[in-house]
């Protein structure tokens, strides 16, 4: 039995899109800081994989596998599908609490990413 998944988002999580977004294979900013690291770190615990709105495009999984190579960042896969995780790593993310209260409602509609 294999490590358990851990799914990170592309932009935002590991590329830090500051500029937005530029196209499907333009991905001008650095990495987020300290991202590196902490890939290495969780490959010892989890299979991590890029799941990206980009792999459903032509060219999107190739933009994203030349960038990761360019900055010498290595994940296990890079996918166009979803697949069972223990954890999603996304800066579009709202976790869950299990209840839809006017206070999460609220939440939603005020969401903003952190490079906003």
Known sequence: MGLPTLILDFDGVIHSYTSGWQGIDVTPDPPVEGVKSAINELKKHFRVVVY????????GIEAIRKYLLKHD????????????????????????????????????????????
Not at 52 to 59: A, D, F
Not at 101 to 108: A, D, K, L, P
């Open 52 to 59: 990206s709105s980009r792999c459903h495009q032509e060219g």
């Open 73 to 116: 960042i290595w994940v296990d896969a890079i996918v166009d599908k979803k697949v069972p995780v223990v954890a999603m790593v996304d800066d579009r993310g709202i976790t869950f609490t299990g209840e839809w209260s006017e206070e999460f409602v609220e939440q939603i509609k005020h969401f903003k990413a952190w490079y906003e």
